[in-house]
Nanobody, 123 residues
């Protein structure tokens, strides 16, 4: 089970840190990803992190503003979001890929999903 938290309302230019806590199984060996879905739009890739945390991969739209990290001892993945823009408004989901073994933006590769947390950025 994956549970996101940390969403909320923030002004443009502000920051938020999302957390994704895993339970029920150990996700420390899994690639973890963050995705988001804005109203009326398809779910899109935000970024991913490998099992050790040494490698990350980001969508161009968030590169340089968002940072993914993980604490395997806590079975938790984080998404630090800085310089937020109104277009970052969406429901943010974390997901786990236990098969692929490399960083991927493909939604179909991810097997486990959280319920999402709302992020709203006001202008």
């Amino acid at each position: 089970q994956l549970v996101e938290s940390g969403g909320g309302l923030v002004q443009a230019g502000g920051s938020l840190r999302l957390s994704c806590a895993a339970s029920g199984r150990t996700f420390s060996s899994y690639v973890m990803g963050w995705f988001r879905q804005a109203p009326g739009k398809e779910r899109e890739f935000v970024g991913a992190i490998n099992w050790s945390g040494q490698h990350t991969y980001y969508a161009d739209s968030v590169k340089g503003r968002f940072t993914i990290s993980r604490d395997n001892d806590k079975n938790t993945v984080y998404l630090q979001m800085n310089s937020l823009k109104p277009e970052d408004t969406a429901v943010y989901y974390c997901a786990a890929d236990h098969k692929t073994g490399y960083l991927t933006s493909l939604i179909a590769r991810y097997d486990y999903w959280g319920q999402g947390t709302q992020v709203t950025v006001s202008s």
